[in-house]
């Protein structure tokens, strides 16, 4: 066991930060402001902030699993983050009650502020996916990485390098909060420290991944200062260099999106027939248990499958909460051994996620389908960092040997949405031009990607 535990009293912190002559320092909470501290909590502030940014109203049109779906019943980031939220704040809830019976929840909280943050951190945890989501992150990762494109990262630090050749959506979600919404560049939304803990899933920067991680990070450079700050403030247990152990809350964020997206993604399909109902029933029947087999046949296809849906869901929220408290003081002391609650959960409800994630991965993800769509995701991506990022490199470095009227004009084009000035470095510049294709979504990506082609003019 570690010497140090975390504290829930810490990890529950309403502490806000801002940005101040490039320092990180405390800000007023705005429940302490004015005459709407009895209206709304600071977990209520932080709620409203996510859900009226424009990152979040974006994801409306990013893709889930279908690219460019035209389907009613597909979800797409936006309606998978508002359900993966509605999950995590019964989650929350739930462990919030526990950790009241169990007298460890700090006075002052209820288990309905425990709801209301997971809720937040939930509803936050997609805002930096890119178009096309994970097809989008490799495309973004790929044409850094190419051969013929390292010329471009001359002049950058070993650690700008990796940032700018590892596209991360978690990194860019946190990017998305700290830094460019809202207040940008001053502390983003400003959300408190508990919520900004509880959505960061991988708490250190590209170099500090471990070794069982893959490329998963969710820190850039460019706000380690700030997740330094956020981190000393909450308690959270420094593993090495720009490391800490994860906020406990952040458990139950990552099991309700593994709930949603096991389940949910299985129902899409049954909706565009990639499945039957009969695949959707057969993978969620050890949960089943044959209970509401004659309630069910009296429903149409959305109706069976929602009904299915939400018995399973039901019994995956009540052992995920079970297992969080059983596992609570490991977790609090960062030594956690397994890499997450799905997979200390029964075998009932592990057997299920796992079957629905393999089937997913079977018939689904790789399904012809979605191919085409993906591909053209390199092309449209390429195309657009083809342009930007010389011109940017050009701009930045007053290169007049490599200059292209083209490259000039789009960014004269884009030029209310990236603003290259004479502070920027190649860094920051860069940054700026992964921030803008970052928030993009697959439709207005597709339509600046034909238009800059010029297949468009009539």
Not at 114 to 127: E, F, K, S, T, Y
Not at 328 to 349: F, M, N, P, T, W
Request: net charge negative.
């Amino acid at each position: 066991m570690a010497n140090f535990t975390m504290q829930w009293t810490s990890l529950l912190s309403t502490a806000r930060f801002k940005v101040d002559n490039d320092c990180v320092v405390p800000t007023k909470s705005p429940a302490d402001c004015d005459d709407i501290s009895h209206v709304r909590s600071d977990f209520h502030i932080d709620h409203d902030r996510v859900a009226f940014s424009s990152a979040f109203r974006c994801l409306g049109r990013k893709t889930q699993v279908h690219p460019l779906a035209q389907h009613d019943h597909i979800h797409n980031r936006l309606t998978h983050s508002v359900e993966v939220a509605s999950v995590g704040r019964s989650l929350g809830n739930q462990v919030g009650a526990m950790l009241l019976k169990a007298s460890e929840l700090p006075k002052g909280f209820t288990p309905f502020d425990v709801g209301d943050l997971v809720q937040v951190a939930c509803l936050a945890h997609d805002i930096g996916n890119p178009p096309f989501g994970h097809t989008g992150e490799a495309a973004l990762r790929d044409w850094f990485r190419h051969p013929n494109n390292r010329v471009w990262l001359k002049g950058l630090s070993y650690s700008q390098q990796q940032d700018i050749c590892t596209y991360e959506g978690n990194a860019h979600s946190l990017r998305i909060l700290a830094s460019l919404e809202m207040y940008a560049g001053l502390g983003g939304m400003r959300l408190t420290a508990a919520a900004i803990g509880t959505v960061v899933k991988y708490p250190w920067t590209v170099s500090a991944i471990p070794s069982h991680m893959g490329e998963k990070f969710n820190i850039y450079g460019t706000e380690l200062a700030y997740f330094q700050c956020v981190a000393k403030d909450l308690g959270l247990l420094q593993k090495g260099p720009n490391s800490w152990c994860r906020h406990p809350l952040s458990y139950l964020v990552e099991a309700a999106d593994d709930i949603c997206y096991a389940i949910l993604d299985l129902e899409d399909a049954v909706a565009i027939h990639i499945l039957e109902v009969k695949d959707f029933e057969n993978v969620l029947a050890p949960l089943l248990k044959g209970s509401h087999e004659r309630l069910l046949q009296t429903q149409n296809l959305y109706q069976r499958c929602a009904m299915l849906r939400s018995i399973v869901m039901g019994h995956c929220i009540d052992e995920i909460a079970r297992c969080f408290m059983d596992k609570r003081h490991q977790i609090l002391a960062g030594d956690l051994i397994e890499k997450d609650l799905v997979g200390i959960c029964c075998d009932e409800v592990r057997s299920v996620l796992i079957s629905a994630k393999a089937l997913a991965n079977q018939r689904i993800y790789h399904h012809r389908s979605k191919l085409r769509t993906e591909i053209a995701a390199f092309s449209c991506l390429g195309s657009l960092l083809n342009v930007l990022i010389p011109a940017i490199y050009n701009r930045i470095t007053h290169h007049q040997t490599n200059y292209d009227l083209r490259q000039e004009l789009i960014l004269r084009l884009l030029q209310e949405h990236i603003v290259i000035d004479e502070k920027d470095s190649l860094y920051t510049g860069y940054m700026k031009a992964l921030d803008y294709l970052g928030l993009m979504s697959d439709n207005a990506t597709a339509s600046l990607a034909r238009a800059l082609s010029g297949l468009d003019i009539t």
